[in-house]
């Protein structure tokens, strides 16, 4: 016998099925629907399969009894129901794996062959909260079980993607499902901020230690002390200041500008960029030790246009939400409305879908929106040409010979988003040589390869 496999679920054909499967495959089913008996049977187990919902009671709430008698065995969850907080709550109480229904057995049964040998100790995490977080795509579900991993320990977090994917949200979620989230999240926008008062903004400083400090002034790291910092756009930080916040990284103690004394703080860190970290290091723009520093763990979320089909959750959620801030009421959306949003690829994001919603609501105010803004609904049939055509008319005559590098500029850096800033790769795409490319970076970003930030145009 491979070993004693709890199965919990309110619902006997699936219970059979489970049974019948582990039991061919060498495994010792205890099948049971009442959440008491499972209980009283998990001592005895290697390992468990729990329905989240059961009835009136939620298998997450099994989970959690489970861990806080400290038992520790590995337990997959299975439902049909994978909500961002259920994702979340479950990754937290340390399921080693959430399958969705209906899924294939053969799925089910890899995932206790490979888990059962193994008993992890979880630390027991209190009660969590709901988040505002939408979506049950696959991609979605992988960053919604790296929030819960986050939540259960104290390790740094490096958030990557583009920008309007909600990368804060992802990082105030971590925060409020951790042991600190009774204390401040504070977060800084490190390329909203001029360089030279970036370091007087994070670490603070004395009175009189440069003109117009009136008086001591505690930094973020300082306000955000037993609980959170969130640095958005890590990205965009001068070098000088990286080396500054790896030591503060290394040690927990900073200096005030113009001090003497080092204050100590208990901060966690969660960074946030829309930049390839690892492109910028091999140019000599980023700190490789900070980057390590920084990304103990790693969430990468996707872009809308990779993750469809939460397009219409999403519109809906947008929908009820502007609905209680605009006093508007608005049912829906017309389904062919529907498919122009899903056929649209959305380089703003989510958050230029919600800016679209809200302002379809806006006009819509009663009943369901049938037309979504001009812009958006005519850009996905537009030519090349009539773009062109479009652009050049508000375009002064005496400019229109600088177009060519306007579109120019464009192109690279569309290609250094969409290939990661891998120069030979965007020298072949253009059949220019590396020399060309360079020189070209340069002409249109200065330094090379340190483009202002990233576009949000759409991928060629």
């Known amino acids: 016998m491979k070993g004693k496999v709890l199965v919990l679920d309110d619902e006997h054909d699936v219970l059979y099925a489970i049974g019948k499967v582990l039991e061919r495959a060498g495994f010792e089913p205890i099948c049971i629907d009442n959440p008491s008996e499972a209980l009283k049977k998990a001592e005895e187990s290697d390992t468990a399969v729990i329905d989240i919902k059961l009835g009136d009671f939620s298998g997450i709430d099994v989970l959690k009894r489970l861990r806080e008698r400290g038992i520790t065995i590995p337990v997959i969850m299975i439902t049909a129901y994978t909500s961002p907080e259920n994702v979340i709550k479950a990754t937290k109480f340390g399921a080693v794996e959430i399958l969705k229904k209906p899924f294939d057995l053969k799925d089910l049964l890899n995932s206790v062959e490979k888990v059962i040998p193994k008993k992890r100790k979880k630390s027991i995490p209190k009660e969590i909260n709901g988040f505002p977080i939408v979506g049950s795509s696959p991609k979605m579900l992988e960053v919604f079980k790296m929030i819960g991993l986050a939540s259960s320990n104290d390790m740094n977090v490096l958030i990557t993607g583009e920008t309007g994917t909600g990368k804060e949200v992802i990082a105030r979620a971590i925060h409020e499902n951790s042991e600190r989230s009774g204390n401040p999240f504070i977060a800084i926008n490190c390329s909203a901020i001029p360089k030279h008062l970036l370091e007087a903004e994070l670490f603070g400083y004395t009175k009189g230690s440069f003109t117009g400090a009136l008086k001591d002034t505690p930094g973020k790291v300082e306000l955000a002390n037993r609980g959170t910092l969130f640095l958005d756009e890590i990205g965009d930080m001068p070098q000088e200041l990286q080396t500054k916040l790896l030591r503060f990284l290394e040690e927990k103690k900073f200096y005030r500008i113009g001090d003497t004394k080092e204050t100590h703080v208990n901060v966690r860190i969660i960074a946030a960029t829309n930049r390839n970290l690892e492109s910028l ?34 519109i809906s959620f947008f929908i009820s939400k502007a609905n ?65 055509r479009e652009y050049i008319k508000s375009v002064p005559e005496e400019e229109i010979g600088n177009i060519p590098s306007v579109f120019e500029q464009a192109l690279l850096k569309i290609l250094m988003e969409r290939y990661g800033e891998n120069k030979s790769k965007i020298a072949n795409v253009l059949n220019i040589s590396r020399n060309t490319l360079r020189a070209k970076i340069r002409q249109y970003f200065g330094k090379e390869g340190d483009e202002k930030g990233h576009s949000n145009t759409r991928k060629a």
Do not use: C
């Not at 800016?355 to 812009?375: A, D, F, M, Q, W």
């Open 281 to 314: 290091i091999e140019e000599g723009g980023f700190r490789a030790d900070l980057y390590f520093r920084l990304a103990q763990i790693t969430i990468n979320v996707p872009p809308l246009r990779e993750r469809k089909e939460d397009i219409p959750e999403l």
């Open 324 to 388: 209680g801030e605009l006093g508007t009421e608005v049912e829906g959306i017309e389904e062919d409305v529907l498919e122009k949003a899903m056929q649209y690829s959305w380089p703003g994001n989510v958050r230029e879908l919600k800016n679209v919603v809200y302002r379809s609501v806006l006009e819509t105010k009663k009943g369901y929106i049938k037309h979504l803004p001009i812009s958006l609904s005519q850009l996905p049939n537009q030519s090349l040409e009539d773009i062109l």
